[in-house]
Each structure stands twice: as structure tokens, then as C-alpha cells.
């Protein structure tokens, strides 16, 4: 059995997806947080997450980016789409827009202060229309919690650790980050996240909450 180093900052953000998946296999994990930046040459792209696995003949496999480590995860839990390349497809665009939207938040926690407005104003408008996109995707999908078929896929859990995440923002976090995605603005959006909440995938995460 292989075991693994995820390194990331003590924020939730561009690892929840890789921790929650982590914790629902069972796998043995530890979670570093390098000191930075003075660690950050140390990384293979310079930047984190960064998953190390170690295997059972003691080879290291590593990889450095969210999305990637996110679906390298998902597909040994088998937990990846399996509809076709439409749906493939669909499944890397909604995922790839989850991402735009934590980097947007991510950007304005740290900018400077004379730069936040309008990272807001960005990030307002991202929000907006990633409600009004996904609440359609949703209710096409017969409003039944799941964003493919009937049963938790990746997709799924990433939107649970997003919405996880965008509700204990932190400093510095835009103002009413969080409203866009309520059960009153994003009903589909929290049907997904109530489905995952009380699934056995998510079990071991969402204790960790506690």
C-alpha cells in the first residue's frame, strides 16, 4: 500500500479536495506545511500542493498541481466520470472553474490593500455567473444532489471541500464571500453539498471538521 506527504499552507483552499480524498481511501498521509518562502525552491514547480506518494518498493511518484493531484486521486478511488468524452470533458471544465474561483479568492486574502476592489469586483462576476452556470448543469442532471448520474463522483466531492472552504474564508476574505453559494442563491449547488456532507466518501473529513 502506498503512502503519502501532502505539503500545502494551514488554509483550506487548493488541498481540501486531495485531503478529503485522501482521508475516504484509508491510505496513510501526512500533511506538511513548509516554511515559505523559504521552502519554495524546493518544490518542484515552485509552488504548492505537492503530493509525494511512496510506494511499496519504495519508489516516489510526485506531482505538483491541484487539479492534477485532485484527479489523480479520484481515479484510483474511481471516483472520476465514466459517461464518455463529453462528460469527461464537462467534468474537467467544472472542475477547472471551482479552481478559477478559489484562486480568485486566494488572490484578494493577499493582494495589497490598494488592489482589492477590484479583485472583488472580479470575483463578484466570477461567482455570479459559476452560480448560474452549475445551478443549470444541476437541475439538468434531474436535481438529485450529483453533478453525473446518481452516484457521488469527483466532481461532487470537489464542490463540497469549495463550499467547505468558502465558508470559513479567513482574513482578509471578501466580504460576503460566501452568500453567493447559500441554500437561498445556489439551491442545487447545496443539495450537492448536503448529499456529499452525509456520505460515507466524506465521513472521515467532515469529522475532522468537528
Not at 506527504?5 to 506538511?32: C, H, M, Q, W
Not at 478559489?102 to 477590484?118: G, L, Q, T, V
Not at 439551491?187 to 456532507?197: R, S
Request: proline share 5%; charged share 25%; hydrophobic share 40%.
Amino acid at each position: 500500500m502506498s503512502t503519502y506527504v501532502l505539503r500545502y499552507f494551514p488554509i483550506k483552499a487548493r488541498a481540501e479536495v486531495a485531503r478529503l480524498l485522501l482521508l475516504a481511501s484509508g491510505d496513510k498521509f501526512t500533511n506538511v506545511i513548509p516554511e515559505w518562502p523559504e521552502e519554495k525552491d524546493n518544490q518542484p514547480l515552485g509552488q504548492l500542493p505537492v503530493l509525494i506518494e511512496t510506494l511499496e518498493d519504495g519508489t516516489e511518484f510526485e506531482l505538483s498541481d491541484s487539479i492534477a493531484i485532485e484527479k489523480y486521486l479520484a481515479r484510483k478511488s474511481n471516483l472520476l466520470v465514466k459517461s464518455g468524452p463529453m462528460d469527461t470533458a464537462r467534468e474537467d471544465q467544472l472542475s477547472s472553474q471551482i479552481k478559477d474561483v478559489i484562486d480568485m479568492h486566494i488572490a484578494h486574502m493577499y493582494a495589497p490593500e490598494d488592489s482589492r476592489e477590484f479583485i472583488e469586483a472580479q470575483y463578484r462576476s466570477k461567482a455570479k455567473a459559476f452560480v448560474k452556470y452549475h445551478e443549470k448543469i444541476l437541475a439538468e442532471n434531474g436535481s438529485n444532489g450529483h453533478y453525473f448520474g446518481s452516484k457521488t463522483t469527483y466532481m461532487d466531492i470537489a464542490l463540497f471541500a469549495f463550499i467547505t472552504g468558502i465558508r470559513q474564508p479567513g482574513e482578509n476574505a471578501i466580504d460576503g464571500c460566501a452568500d453567493y453559494f447559500s441554500k437561498r442563491n445556489a439551491p442545487e449547488i447545496n443539495k450537492v453539498y448536503e448529499t456529499v456532507q452525509t456520505s460515507s466518501i466524506a465521513a472521515p473529513y467532515v469529522a475532522t471538521l468537528k
